[in-house]
């Protein structure tokens, strides 16, 4: 079935460091491919997406380009804030799964003032 | 833009008792919503997808009169966690699609529950 992996964390950065997080996934079909962020004790809010190959997803600094040769969608930020820190889900939508959303693990960002 | 609400945002109550958790749609109509379960640190589990007007559809080793779902309106699905126990506290997320196709979710807040 569908499924997606993420780089495991916690990552741990400095404010102002690049940012980095892998993800790739294996799907059959076309997904659409989601990035969502966690903060403590909340619920999950939609970061950025991608609905076709090639695509590049951005909101807040955060991009992810849907690369369909390598089955990826890697999540990069310029200069993380400390506000930044929070759990990031690639996650994605329409592969075999129908419209379920198929999550990945999470990975934890911690940043450091 | 779409907002999912979800309430109550923390419960906590006593071993054998019946919770209600609700999740509404805004300012849009869900035919569909979903249910999370989340342990800490952890990803989200997939529990059911709640269809307005009809059964929901529970996820392999999901227990359908432990976690009992209706979605009796377009805006309107809840959750009850029948006779808990300390093993069922968890943090409870539901989810509603925005539109047709692969379109993202929109997420309530969650529900921490924790019984004693």
């Known amino acids: 079935g569908d499924s997606v992996t993420q780089m495991e964390g916690p990552v741990t950065l400095s404010e102002e460091a690049f940012l980095t997080i892998n993800c790739t996934y294996t799907a059959t079909g076309y997904p659409s491919l989601f990035w969502y962020v966690q903060y403590p004790g909340e619920g999950l809010q939609l970061l950025l997406k991608a609905t076709k190959a090639d695509d590049k997803g951005s909101n807040k600094g955060f991009e992810a380009t849907y690369r369909k040769e390598t089955t990826s969608f890697h999540l990069e930020k310029g200069s993380v804030q400390v506000s930044d820190s929070a759990v990031y889900f690639c996650?994605?939508?329409?592969?075999?799964?129908?419209?379920?959303?198929?999550f990945g693990a999470g990975t934890r960002l911690f940043v450091k003032a | 833009g779409a907002v999912v609400s979800q309430h109550p945002s923390w419960v906590i109550c006593k071993s054998g008792t019946s919770v209600k958790i609700e999740c509404r749609s805004l300012?849009?109509?869900?035919?569909?919503m979903f249910w999370y379960r989340q342990f800490p640190k952890q990803s989200l589990m997939l529990m059911a997808t709640s269809n307005e007007g009809s059964k929901a559809t529970y996820e392999q080793g999901v227990e359908k009169d432990k976690f009992l779902i209706n979605h009796a309106s377009l805006t309107l699905s809840t959750l009850t966690v029948t006779s808990a126990h300390p093993e069922d506290s968890s943090f409870y997320i539901c989810s509603a699609p925005v539109g047709q196709g692969n379109q993202p979710q929109h997420f309530g807040d969650g529900t921490r529950l924790s019984i004693l």
């Open positions: 300012d849009f109509q869900a035919t569909t």
């Open positions: 996650a994605l939508i329409g592969g075999g799964g129908g419209f379920k959303t198929i």
